[in-house]
């Protein structure tokens, strides 16, 4: 079908809901009107490991509108986990409250509800605890080594023979990167309005997929998912830290069924700390072997990091390295250690956004030694398939994102030689980085209502998708514009209510491609249906508002649903891009400026450029901040952690990232899915880390492995 109009898929258009939310009209999940709401506070422990052995709860209980508390004693009993260390996922059950055991600094140990906001956050502090504390908790990152463990068979890999494949080098580089716990901050804080009325759950709440979900909350309270309806109309931003349920959201359906009434509750900035979701410590090794002329003969990446004491979660930082480069003779190895903190979980990109920094600076370390331009090393490297998977990729335009990248840079000017290129007391640096990011794609159903009002079709998209600020309305929309040929003020798209067709979510870079392929099918139904109905071809080409009228009707709906082809299953999926920085060092006092970035990306076709753009830009953003500031402190002897708001946890600002270029490659993968599309989302942070730090050697000739690079670690 031809593309309809400007408002169809590959436009630049502007945000359909943008009105909404400067207007303030966009509700997220604290926002709805909810009547006689009520407010909950969660109370965080204060010792990282140990047992609550007394609970005063008397002050508390005077304070005026206190309404519950809630404690391990009396809290209902929930599902607890089925086996001991479970592998956490996007669906896990939320087991809180149930103990009267402590596992990590900050855990939950009691809820209090009460009229106001105000009195919920001022009883919460009167509650007494009285812990009997294990003076030796495991919060050490060095010295829990002893206890790492290797989490599942499959988290080993290896092809060929890596020590012989080193054995074959002429030139080695074997080096340990570091980089710290990260936490999340979207600006949406984690927030729920949770009703429980007649064993029935209504949930407002910021998740990412509201399938999941209602799936998490129906496995805690052991009642029919078909109960529980989850609905987040907007979510602002949720990187990873929505992708599953939090404790409170099942604090605040625990109260509710208790009281009687919704209640609400947020995670404070501070509570974002230790009660959502954070990115863990990661030790990688990395050893390269290759010869002169610069063909790689192994590589192997050992990661070591932290889980919780109770549950595993373990970030793929090796998976770049078994699939980027044609490499024959391949190790990669994760580790795991319990500590008593809180569990890690997915964060923008989890695996190649920390993995792609070991990997890409010693990728960089390499062609240093070999004194071989960076862009070539990876070039000479470079395959059309992929030896992990050992299936072809789908499409890879990897070289020509280098190859376009290094002209639009201006990579030609580079100095190869550190100190070389300096302005006053500026050391001047040129970086590069490969990037790739897994493209998945899901099942996914759609539906669409069409109403005939005078001569105009009003259509109405409905799917449990999300808008974590992606721009997944507006792409929805464009696609319903694209396949049912009429403009776009003349949809509606509905999402985030698990009430409709079921999506994956936002998620692991799989939501533009599983939602709008989803849409197309419906559209495409829809139209095919009126068209069988009245002996109609396929081929004829009939405006849908005489589609309709042909019909007799003045309303239709259609569900559609896509999902992988075999095609997809037979082949590698991946996004792919390069990064190219120009950092300034100011030799004296260490200060750096990321002065420009171009980042090309191949991606697929690209729905929007305009919101694949901000995409990207967030993706490079959040990267450039895992080399310019963020880490979390972990306290040394309580486990508490130090960084606990914007005063200590610092983000890039504006200022940080003033000129960012982004080129995407006209492309559209078929293979991939029928519209041609691949995921976005966390491509865009992928290796941007190795790209500055790169550019660092380049500017110093000191070599940065260990993240964050403060200014003080350069002189
Ligand atoms: Mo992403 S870490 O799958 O939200």
Redesign the pocket.
């Known amino acids: 079908m031809k593309t309809s109009n400007e408002s169809g898929v590959g436009n630049a258009i502007n945000r359909v809901e943008g009105h909404l939310k400067v207007m303030g009209k966009a509700k997220y999940a604290s926002e709805f009107p909810v009547p006689n709401k009520v407010y909950g506070q969660g109370i965080n422990s204060t010792i990282a490991k140990g047992e609550i052995i007394g609970i005063d709860t008397s002050a508390a209980e005077k304070v005026k509108g206190v309404l519950k508390i809630i404690t391990y004693k009396n809290a209902e009993k929930l599902k607890g986990y089925d086996q001991e260390m479970p592998f956490i996922s996007t669906d896990t059950i939320a087991p809180v409250l149930q103990s009267n055991k402590v596992h990590y600094f900050g855990e939950y140990v009691g809820f209090v509800v009460a009229e106001t906001f105000e009195q919920a956050q001022y009883a919460a502090r009167l509650v007494k605890f009285e812990y009997k504390e294990d003076p030796k908790p495991t919060i050490n990152f060095d010295k829990s080594r002893n206890k790492a463990f290797k989490p599942s068979e499959k988290s080993d890999y290896s092809r060929g023979d890596f020590k012989k494949g080193m054995s074959e080098a002429d030139e080695v580089v074997k080096q340990t990167y570091n980089t710290p716990i990260e936490h999340h901050h979207p600006m949406e804080l984690h927030a729920t309005i949770a009703s429980w009325n007649n064993g029935k759950v209504l949930v407002y709440a910021s998740q ?1 997929i509201v399938e999941d979900a209602s799936i998490a909350i129906s496995g805690t309270f052991q009642i029919p998912n078909e109960d529980v309806r989850v609905i987040a109309a907007f979510v602002g931003g ?6 599953n349920l939090d404790r409170h959201v099942i604090m605040a359906l625990m109260a509710s069924k208790m009281i009687g009434k919704p209640v609400q509750a947020t995670v404070t900035r501070h509570q974002m700390f230790t009660n959502t979701n954070m990115r863990q410590q990661n030790e990688q090794i990395m050893s390269i072997g290759a010869k002169r002329d610069g063909t790689l003969t192994a590589l192997s990446h050992e990661t070591l990091s932290h889980t919780s004491i109770k549950e595993i979660f373990q970030e793929p930082c090796g998976m770049v390295s078994k699939m980027l480069y044609n490499v024959p003779n391949n190790l990669v190895t994760a580790r795991l250690m319990p500590m008593n903190l809180q569990a890690p979980f ?5 695996g190649e956004a920390t993995g792609s920094f070991a990997l890409e600076s010693a990728m960089d370390e390499m062609a240093w030694k070999l004194k071989m331009d960076p862009v070539e090393f990876r070039i000479k490297n470079d395959t059309q398939h992929d030896l992990h998977a050992n299936k072809p990729f789908s499409s890879r335009l990897l070289v020509e994102c280098l190859r376009i990248g290094a002209d639009k840079f201006g990579w030609e000017n580079r100095k190869s030689e550190p100190g070389t290129n300096k302005n006053g007391n500026w050391l001047i640096g040129y970086g590069v980085s490969a990037a790739s990011r897994n493209s998945p794609y899901k099942k996914t159903y759609a539906k669409v209502i069409l109403k005939l009002e005078k001569d105009k079709v009003n259509v109405t998209i409905q799917m449990d998708a999300t808008d ?1 600020g992606t721009g997944s309305y507006t792409i929805i929309a464009q696609t319903a514009s694209e396949y049912l040929r009429i403009p776009i003020d003349q949809i509606t798209v509905e999402l985030g209510d698990s009430d409709f067709p079921p999506t994956p979510g ?4 799989w939501g533009a491609a599983s939602f709008c392929n989803g849409v197309q099918s419906a559209c495409e139904n829809a139209v095919s249906k009126l068209k069988k109905n009245r002996n109609i071809k396929n081929s004829e080409e009939v405006a849908l508002a005489d589609l309709l009228k042909r019909n007799q009707l003045t309303s239709f709906e259609a569900e559609g649903m896509a999902e992988p082809s075999d095609a997809f299953s037979k082949h590698s999926v991946f996004s792919f891009g390069a990064n190219f920085a120009e950092v300034w060092v100011d030799k004296d006092t260490g200060m750096y400026k990321i002065k420009r970035m171009v980042n090309v990306a191949s991606a697929g076709k690209i729905l929007n450029p305009k919101t694949a753009y901000g995409q990207i830009i967030g993706g490079i953003t959040m990267g450039a901040g895992m080399v310019i500031a963020e880490q979390s402190k972990i306290e040394p002897n309580f486990g508490n952690f130090i960084t606990r708001s914007f005063a200590d946890y610092h983000v890039p600002v504006n200022l940080d990232m003033a000129n960012v270029d982004v080129i995407f490659l006209p492309e559209e993968d078929k293979i991939a899915n029928k519209m041609g599309i691949k995921g976005i ?2 491509l865009g942070i992928t290796s941007v880390a190795a790209s500055i730090a790169n550019a660092i050697f380049n500017a110093t000739g000191k070599r940065m492995r260990d993240l964050p690079i403060t200014p003080e670690k350069l002189i």
Request: aromatic fraction near 6%.
């Open positions: 990412q949720g990187f990873g830290s929505k992708l997915a964060m923008r990109a989890p974590i936002s998620g692991g870079s989302g966390e």
